[in-house]
């Protein structure tokens, strides 16, 4: 069958013109090549919503005269197709119509119906104006919660990476800033006293790993050896250390802040002796002059639970105690504290009773030192020395430092997060110019990594922390060196007659 140009439409079924003027018509842009097409997508359209026909130019057509005045426009081209029916539709194979959706034709085409994936209609048919809107935007809806949807598994997925990956660099940056101070200024360790069957070259190499730079190293006496050999003892301690810092590489005994600062520039390891107990001193300001002479610049008062005959300590053993022995520090200790400060010795009280520590702190013309020790509050424990929070307060008064151990408390390993808290604590308590270390978890160099964290933990504050505040207590008590005048008084005699000679303790 052909499609033959005429002025109207002639032979057409009723009910197939009604559904061309009613429904969804089939536009024709282009001239079809069969009556087959035009048929199967005007079958096709029925059930679709119904639209509006568009007008299509007819360029090279003839031009169509008015049949019917109130039908037509006057001089108006249009193009009329005449519709033979066929006998049987159904019998007839489907055209494929995307092939000739897809196929350019000689003046004319037919667009076939595909489904729109938005949802629409026709994507290919002419549809509305309005209905091409709602195609978009509901496209558009579409394709926004799409990306929103993929946008959400990107953040859940990659915000926790990002965050991983920051925080780990950040924590590299804070490392990095920490090993540029410690090799500024020297990490003070207080209280190493390696025992004889240790293996120093591994100590070495564990005090590098953790950069340390100085060490405080007491020379430690049994209190059972006080009123008998104990002096003795302390100088084969000085002696040993001596010949052992002589011995091991990168070590070197120093006498004074500017050495500790020379050494730690040099790339060894600053050791400051010390005398770790006053039972060692053999109630002598001889003995104490002398062991100053050896190398040693500080000295415990009294040591953990061995109180002297004019100093008490934290706890006592019994048998040990004399019937008129002091709860705090008497007179004769308060001449000992004088001569240290004359002759340029730090005190050190960690370990003396609470009514000792504030007669000392209150009595001591250079600042004082508290080595291994904790607040009170935070490690109540005898593998440190617990520390009141009243004595921390007079610590600003006397200029003094506390070095805290923040390595255990007991049986118990601290973590990062608690030696943090203490660090802070004392620092509220009593100020950052007091504070110095003695020990922590992991290493000292991710302790502070974690510490400068917070913006109040600065260059200059954590310069202070590893070592800066015991310098600058150590050179206070050397610039007080020989300004004090020789104690030239004579000791009364019944203050050091049960002292002056040797005797057993009663059993």
């Known amino acids: 069958m052909r499609i033959q140009h005429i002025n109207c439409i002639k032979s057409i079924k009723p009910k197939l013109l009604l559904h061309l003027l009613l429904f969804k018509p089939i536009a024709f842009h282009r001239k079809p090549r069969s009556i087959l097409h035009l048929i199967f997508a005007t079958i096709s359209s029925f059930g679709k919503k119904p639209t509006i026909m568009n ?22 081209k249009q193009q009329c197709f005449v519709f033979t029916e066929i006998a049987d539709i159904v019998e007839l194979p489907p055209p494929e119509i995307t092939k000739i959706a897809s196929e350019k034709m000689q003046n004319g085409g037919l667009t076939s119906y595909t489904k729109d994936p938005c949802g629409g209609g026709s994507s290919g048919g002419l549809d509305s104006p309005t209905d091409s809107q709602a195609s978009k935007s509901r496209c558009r809806r579409i394709l926004v919660v799409m990306g929103i949807m993929v946008l959400c598994i990107a953040m859940a997925a990659g915000i926790p990476l990002a965050l991983q990956l920051r925080q780990s660099s950040l924590l590299e940056a804070r490392l990095a800033f920490i090993r540029r101070l410690l090799t500024e200024a020297p990490l003070i ?14 100590s070495m190499q564990e005090m590098r790993q953790k950069y340390v730079g100085a060490v405080l190293w007491p020379i430690v006496v049994p209190c059972a050896a006080q009123y008998l050999d104990a002096v003795q003892l302390a100088l084969e301690g000085v002696d040993e ?18 050495e500790m600062e020379q050494t730690h520039i040099r790339g060894e390891v600053a050791v400051l002796m010390g005398i770790g107990g006053g039972h060692a001193l053999g109630t002598s300001l001889a003995v104490l002059r002398s062991m100053h002479l050896l190398g040693a610049r500080f000295a415990s008062i009294t040591s953990l639970d061995c109180t002297t005959p004019w100093a008490a300590s934290t706890r006592n053993v019994d048998y040990l105690i004399e019937g008129n022995a002091t709860n705090s520090i008497n007179d004769f200790g308060k001449i000992m504290l004088f001569e240290m400060n004359r002759i340029g010795m730090l005190i050190e009280i960690s370990h003396l009773s609470e009514p000792a520590m504030v007669a000392t702190l209150r009595t001591a013309k250079a600042p004082v030192l508290l080595i291994n020790s904790a607040p009170q509050s935070f490690c109540n424990s005898t593998n440190v020395a617990p520390i009141p929070d009243h004595v921390l307060g007079l610590l600003p008064e006397n200029g003094g430092v ?3 151990n923040l390595e255990r408390c007991g049986d118990r390993l601290l973590n990062v997060r608690e030696a943090i808290k203490a660090i802070n604590y004392v620092r509220k308590v009593a100020g950052v110019d007091h504070i110095g270390l003695s020990g922590a978890p992991k290493s000292y160099a991710f302790l502070l990594a974690e510490l400068a964290r917070d913006r109040v933990w600065g260059n200059a504050a954590i310069k202070k922390l590893i070592g800066g505040n015991v310098v600058r207590i150590l050179r206070e008590a050397e610039t007080l060196k020989n300004r004090l005048p020789l104690y030239e008084e004579w000791i009364p005699h019944e203050l050091i007659e049960s002292n002056s000679y040797c005797r057993y303790p009663e059993s």
């Open 55 to 76: 007008t299509v130019p007819n360029h090279g057509f003839i031009e169509v005269h008015p049949i019917h005045h109130h039908q037509h426009q006057p001089h108006c």
């Open 189 to 202: 360790e207080s209280s190493w006293s390696p025992a004889r069957n240790m293996n120093y070259s591994n």
């Open 402 to 404: 506390i070095m805290l």
């Open 241 to 258: 250390a001596k010949r052992i810092t002589a011995a091991t590489e990168a070590m070197h005994i120093v006498e004074s802040a500017d």
